[in-house]
């Protein structure tokens, strides 16, 4: 598999309920993010766990880190419509320094009213 | 706010035809990125520019690219021949300088190449 894959790839869910995807990559990484990318627009930066975090919040997001396993989850409580996009992973090997981001699959998360 | 611009949002050309990307980079940022999604695919590393140098570059970004800072605002990216495989969006982005980099990119909303 590749380096950030998510899964399940698709996901569709109620207004209210919580969404959970996964990701899992193979190389060793200084941090994870997590990027949204609503339909034909450009990816926003949601959250970035380190990797000697093991749980983050913000606002409505929780990401959780588990380097033993190299995965990590992203979970959307409450999710409104508003969510409805693709989320993506993506691993960085430096941060201080220019470090490219390798970004996973993604999953189309569908939130209906 | 500040944030990456890109133009244009669509360029449609034709193969062999040269091309350039154009984006601004928030003000204050020292590194750039070029990022390129075909439809339906995973974002894909291009290139990072770093102190008027490319610092990486990827197997994709072969001769036919290139990059530019040409003025200390505007960063650009060539496709000297473009091939029907280089339609895609193409993503800017860049990143915060020293200790304020927390290794979070910041995107443009893309550039839509179509080759016909």
């Known amino acids: 598999s590749q380096q950030g894959e998510e899964d399940p790839q698709a996901l569709s869910i109620q207004e209210g309920e919580n969404a959970t995807m996964n990701c899992s990559y193979k190389?060793?990484?200084?941090?994870l993010q997590w990027y949204r990318q609503n339909s034909g627009r450009g990816l926003v930066h949601l959250i970035l766990?380190?990797?000697?975090?093991r749980e983050k919040h913000s606002g409505r997001l929780r990401v959780t880190l588990d380097t033993s396993k190299k995965s990590s989850s992203l979970l959307i409580t409450a999710s409104r419509a508003a969510d409805t996009a693709s989320y993506f992973c993506?691993?960085?090997?430096?941060?201080?320094?220019?470090?490219?981001?390798?970004f996973g699959t993604g999953t189309r998360l569908q939130v209906t009213l | 706010e500040p944030e990456v611009t890109q133009t244009p949002s669509h360029q449609v050309t034709q193969m062999g035809q040269e091309v350039i990307l154009r984006c601004v980079p928030i003000?204050?940022?020292?590194?750039f990125y070029w990022y390129r999604q075909i439809l339906g695919q995973k974002v894909e590393f291009l290139v990072s520019?770093?102190?008027?140098?490319?610092?990486?570059k990827s197997e994709i970004f072969d001769d036919q690219f290139s990059v530019e800072r040409p003025d200390g605002s505007n960063f650009t990216l060539k496709i000297r021949s473009t091939k029907l495989e280089d339609s895609a969006m193409y993503f800017c982005?860049?990143?915060?300088?020293?200790?304020?980099?927390?290794?979070?990119?910041?995107f443009g909303e893309g550039s839509r190449l179509t080759v016909l």
């Open positions: 993506a691993t960085g090997p430096f941060t201080g320094t220019a470090s490219k981001l390798t």
């Open positions: 190389t060793s990484i200084n941090n």
């Open positions: 766990i380190r990797s000697n975090e």
């Open positions: 003000s204050n940022h020292l590194y």
């Open positions: 520019f770093y102190n008027n140098e490319i610092s990486e």
């Open positions: 982005a860049s990143q915060e300088p020293g200790i304020a980099n927390t290794g979070e990119l910041f």
